[in-house]
Structures are given as C-alpha cells and as structure tokens.
C-alpha cells in the first residue's frame, strides 16, 4: 500500500501564517520541492506576518528532509523577528530542534572571526601567551612543593617509576644523542677549519669545537632532542592519562599527581641530562677530531691534547648546569602540558605539539640568558 502523498496549505489568518501539513513528508515520498520556497515568499507579500503556526497532526511520516524545512523556516523566521510556534509539531521533532540549537551557528562563528580587527587579534594572541606563562609558572610552584615534599621524605611515589623514566630518558636516548652531537661536532670543525687555515691557525680547531661543546652547544641540542623526544611522550602519556580520567582517579584515592606522575619524570630527567650533555661533548669533539684528522691533517694525538689545555672545570661545570636547567624544562613543560589538555584525542596531539614548541622556546631563551650570566660572572 502506497504512503499518502505530502500534502500542504498555507493560509493567512490576520498577522498569522498558518501552515497545514498532510501525509508523507520522508525522503522516499514525493516531496514538493516549492513548499519550502512558497514558505518564504509568503513574506514578501504586503501582509504583516507577526507568526508563524505549523500544524502536523495529519502527517503520517516524516524523516530529516522535512526537519532541514523546519530548521530553515525556524532560522528564517528569526531573521525577521517573526514568533515562530513549534508547539503543535510532534514531539521528537521538538526534542530535535531544540538540540539543534544548542549548537552554534558556524557561519556566525565564522563571521565573527572575520570581523575582529588585527588589534583585537594581537591582543587575544598575548592574552592568551600571558595566561599560559603563568599557568606554567604555578605548575613549577606546584612541582616545586612536590620537590620539597620529597626531599622531607614526604612525597609519595614509586621509586620504580623513577629508575624507568631513567632509563627511558638515557640509556634509550643515547643512540640519537650520538649521532646528532657527532654530526654538530663536525660541522663546527668544517667550518671553523674553512676560517683558521686562512690564518694558518689550523691547530686551534680543537680549542674552538672543544669549548663550544663544553659549554653550551652539547646542552642546548641534547635538551632540543629531549624536547622532542622525552618532553612530547611526557605530554602525550598524562594527556592520554587525563583523557582517560586516570588522574582523577588518582586523586580520588588520595594521591598527588604531581608527586605520583610528575615527580618521578623530572628527577630522571634532571638526572639525566647533565650526563647526556657531557657524552654529548665528547661525541661533539670527537666529530671535530674526524674533520680535522681528514682536511687539515691534525693527528688525534694533536687534537686531544689542544682540547685538555683549552678545556677547564668552570666549561665542564657550565655545560653540566645549563644541561640540569633544560632537563627540568623539558619535564616540567612536558608534564605540563600533559595535564591541562582537553578530553579528547585532538587535545592531546595539540598539547604534545605545543609542549615541544614551548620547551624549545625556553631552552633557546634560558641558553641566552646563562650565557650571558657567565660571561657577567667570568665563567
């Protein structure tokens, strides 16, 4: 037996356009591809519309065609500030307009996006990296507290848990450490043995790559690696954590993720670091010494002994602590941004991407200004 067809009739009734629904309005029947566009010719007419009443107590069928009508008419109506009654509609059709609603207009969203000056966009832009260099400053407050707690022998977490990111943060991070100080170590010495042999000072490529590894250049791309590396597993772990509500559930146990979760991975990775950064300088000089044996015929002999006169405790101890500072940054950073990402799979990308960013940021900044410290100290 075939459905009744769609049938409608639209009538005035003083200011009120009143609408009369029939039969099957589903996307099977035959649907009446006018009715929507008479709908909103009714209000070019000269007559005053104030209302709108749809009756569908006659329709025996209906599917999503005819709520994209309603949802059309409803929007339209609104535009023209005219009262649009969905009291007579039935039920679940009510229930799902009203959800619709709930969701913002994205062409409106859109348009206020456009709208906004350049002003109001840098503004925003510096708001919003104000709010999240203060959030990080109160997470380095909150691990900070956590530090002390276990320092008192107050902090409770595994001491398993530890030896892990230990292990996870150096020995398994060795490889790529090596070759990447190796292959910075030689293009140093390329360059600077392109600039001695035109003094004839060639013998000095070991004081310039030895120094320069020593003190900061094993340390910032050994902390840049970690960034990467460490600090976006760091995010990606909590993230996944807090997404799962593992946190929470950490909390409601009575436990402090900040000495549960956070703690551990920054004592490994200011453990870390520092010993990473000194294999670093030796992988760095030893690319230097690989440049220098094969263009400027310098035996290794020769090399090493430049480096050990031009090498002293005060570069060592530099590149050791300027290692220590960038491991705390990458775990505090990564932890951080772990933490406060969203509930969603999305979130936790953004926030691994954006913790490695931020780390790599602020070790290029702290580089900057140790640097300088030291030169003001004599270091």
Known sequence: MDS???????????????????????????????FEYELKHQFNKKTKIQSVNIRMLQVTAWNSALLTVILSLSEFCEQHQVQF?????????????????????R?????????????????????AAVKDVGDVIEFIGKAGVAFIAMVRGKAVYRSSDTWLIMQQTGAEAVPIVSLLNFLVGAILGYIGAMQLEKFGAEIFIGDMVGVAMTREIAAIITGIIMAGRSGAAFAAQLGTMKVSDEIDALRSMGLSPMEFLVLPR???????????????????????????????????EQYIGVVINSIGLNDIFAGIFMSAVFGVIVAVVGCQKGMSCGNSAEAVGASTTSAVVTATVIIFICAAFLTVIYGVLGI
Not at 85 to 105: G, W
Not at 113 to 126: A, E, I, K, P, Y
């Open 4 to 34: 009744p067809i769609p049938e409608y009739n639209i009538s005035h009734n003083n200011s009120m356009l009143d609408i009369e629904m029939r039969g099957d309005w589903s996307l099977d029947s035959n649907f009446p591809e006018e």
């Open 85 to 105: 009654d969905l009291s007579q509609l039935p039920l679940e059709m009510n229930h799902l307009i009203k959800l619709s609603e709930k969701i913002p207009s």
């Open 107 to 127: 062409k409106l969203k859109d348009r206020q996006q456009t709208s906004t000056s350049f002003l109001h966009n840098v503004g925003s832009d510096v708001i």
């Open 266 to 300: 920054m004592i490994g990775m200011m453990l870390m670091m520092p010993l990473l950064a000194i294999y670093a300088s030796f992988m760095g000089i030893l690319g230097g010494a690989l440049v220098a044996y094969a263009l400027l015929n310098i035996s290794l």
